[in-house]
């Protein structure tokens, strides 16, 4: 047993660094820089997901109106952009921003859970699409904002998509640092304690609902960094971004890949981002793809990609080994 | 004051095709507990299918009002084979049969704009209703009228069926108390089909009725999904007369929110629901908390 386990700990800590020295060296083996922006997507938008899932994942707490969080960020940096104000500052006053509608979000919708809690959320961001659609004076409407230039950190400009995607790259690391702490750490065991038996948390003194609002906020975090992320990705920001389409699309990115855990919804933004960008050039028919991949994985993969083929392969090694045995 | 008049009319009118669209919205979500995201898609679906028939299918002209039963029956059979094939797949997961729905709703967008394309269609208003009618000094389209008659008869239909029939006291008892309902020997699960497919077919129908006046275009589902979903925590889940009295206000918050703040409209129009959600989450006649 204590042998497998240490062969299970080697083979991960081997796959992470492989993974991460892939990841790494990244533009030197994929060719076009096409390839390489497709690369900074699927972080940023792994970063989303990772902040989606701390809520869905540990806190049992499905959001549909995480992309309203989103866009209040990006709005923000391009709204200050557009003031005059320095890249530092506008990105400082997007994440107080961000941090302030999630405050805000979490102290509406935690009122209730289930489906109280996905309604409520899902209302939110819907006001906050309608704003970004209507309020034209503040908002441009449908033709948007404009974000026409990029920050240089450290003198490097990243209108160069390589020094775009290292940077995005060691955001992405911090923000899996986080996480990896945060579910380790007792607070992230509490949050998992009122998913599953909040009534017990509750007698056991915990207060269920303070440990839900700072694990929104975590959420509300990751969320406005990556939404940062996003805007001086593409240099545009409209209110598709903020529509319902796009809560459900970093929803299943966080559900396919395997809510509950680091790696799921990692893979859940490549999955969603790689049938966007890469399969859509070949079919046309995208969105129908993604939806028939929501539907099947929410019926026969509940647990999510991930944890699906670890079982899946626990499985085929175990029934190897049984006929090895005798 | 005729500014007025016309606008209190269109919001009764929008309001009554809200009241199609939501009454079945409203059953589902009673009885199976889920907001039926694909409700949009569903309304979407009937328009389409009813403003092809109506255009005429290969050689084949419909009757406006034939095209709307094709359409209904169209829509609610597709309800009823949602519900069937996926969602009764996963009996007692909500969170699970919401994101199906979800899922659904992606596909059906798509598969509408695959065989209809993204102009948008208009539809043609009906025979003997293209006329106006004239109070004084205002004048109002016949169809809007018309639309009223519609809602008002489709409410009374919904409402002696619920009330005075026994399929309607079977689907009373399983939004009241599910599991009591299977004690005593009605079977709900069969019921959920049913309501399903009566759901989607109202639904579908209120997609062609509304054809004339709203075209039909992709997003349409888009647009329609967050007005039941407002009308629905308004009046109250699996109340009938819930989601006629929401209809209402949705329908005047919409049309008035339009015309005095066309810039905080959405605003105008999500602030009720929220207050509702907050205040009185089982919404102003609902009998249980979603």
């Known amino acids: ?326 | 004051m005729s500014f007025w008049l016309v606008l209190t009319v269109n919001s009764i009118t929008f309001g009554g095709l809200l009241f199609l669209l939501s009454a079945g919205f409203s059953l589902i979500f009673g009885l199976m507990r889920i907001p039926n995201l694909t409700h949009g898609s569903l309304f979407m679906l009937g328009a389409y299918v009813g403003a092809t028939f109506a255009a005429g299918l290969a050689g084949m002209q419909m009757n406006f009002w034939l095209a709307a039963v094709v359409a209904t029956l169209t829509v609610a059979f597709a309800g009823a084979l949602a519900e069937r094939l996926l969602l009764r797949r996963l009996p007692g997961d909500q969170l699970a049969q919401v994101l199906v729905t979800l899922g659904l709703s992606f596909m059906a967008a798509d598969f509408c704009l695959l065989i209809w394309g993204g102009d948008p269609l208009s539809v043609a208003t009906p025979d003997g209703l293209q006329g106006f009618a004239r109070f004084g000094t205002v004048v109002f389209p016949l169809y809007r009228l018309a639309i009223i008659v519609i809602a008002v008869v489709v409410a009374i239909a919904l409402w002696l069926m619920l009330e005075r029939t026994r399929l309607g006291a079977m689907i009373r008892a399983g939004v009241d108390d599910p599991d009591m309902a299977r004690v005593v020997g009605i079977r709900v699960s069969q019921l959920f089909t049913i309501v399903f497919a009566l759901g989607a077919g109202l639904a579908g129908f209120a997609g062609i009725i509304g054809g004339p006046i709203l075209s039909v275009y992709p997003g349409l589902d888009q647009d329609m999904l967050p007005l039941a979903l407002v009308v629905v925590i308004l009046g109250g889940t699996g109340s009938l007369l819930g989601s006629f009295v929401g209809s209402i206000i949705v329908g005047f918050i919409y049309n008035f929110g339009q015309a005095l703040l066309p810039e905080l409209a959405y605003f105008v129009l999500f602030m009720p629901m929220l207050l509702v959600l907050l205040l009185r989450p089982q919404g102003l006649f609902g009998r249980h908390v979603p």
């Open chain 1, 1 to 326: 047993m204590n042998g497998t386990m240490n062969r299970d700990m080697a083979g991960r800590i081997f796959a992470i660094v492989v993974a991460f020295g892939a990841l790494l060296t990244l533009p030197y083996w994929m060719h076009g820089i096409y390839y390489v922006n497709v690369a900074s997507q699927i972080l940023f938008y792994a970063v989303f997901a990772l902040g989606l899932n701390v809520l869905v994942g540990y806190g049992g707490l499905v959001s549909l109106g995480h992309a309203g969080l989103f866009g209040v960020s990006a709005y923000a940096t391009g709204y200050m952009l557009q003031l005059g104000y320095g890249h530092s500052l506008a990105i400082v006053v997007a994440i107080a921003m961000g941090l302030a509608s999630m405050a805000i979000y979490a102290v509406l919708s935690l009122r209730s859970t289930g489906i109280g809690f996905i309604m409520i959320t899902l209302a939110l961001g819907e006001i906050l699409w309608g704003l970004a659609y209507r309020w034209i004076s503040l908002t441009g409407g449908d033709n948007g904002i404009n974000v026409p230039t990029r920050p240089s950190p450290f003198g490097y400009s990243m209108t160069n998509a390589t020094v775009f995607y290292y940077v995005t790259l060691t955001v992405f690391a911090i923000a899996i640092a986080l996480c990896w702490i945060f579910v380790r750490s007792p607070f992230g065991a509490a949050l998992r304690g009122t998913r599953d038996q909040p009534r017990r948390m509750n007698a056991l003194g915990y207060h269920v609902w303070a440990i839900r609002f700072w694990a929104c906020l975590f959420s509300g975090l990751l969320t406005a960094v990556s939404a940062i992320l996003f805007v001086y990705y593409t240099q545009f920001i409209s209110p598709q971004t903020l529509a319902l389409t796009s809560s459900a699309e970093v929803l299943l990115m966080v559900i396919s890949g395997g809510p509950g855990t680091l790696l799921g919804p990692i893979f859940g933004a490549g999955l969603v981002v790689v049938v966007k960008n890469v399969v859509s050039a070949f079919i046309e028919r995208w969105n129908f793809l993604l939806g028939a991949i929501f539907v099947a994985i929410v019926i026969l993969m509940p647990e999510g990609l991930v944890p699906g083929s670890v079982r899946l392969w626990r499985l085929a090694m175990r029934q190897r080994r049984k006929r090895a045995a005798p």
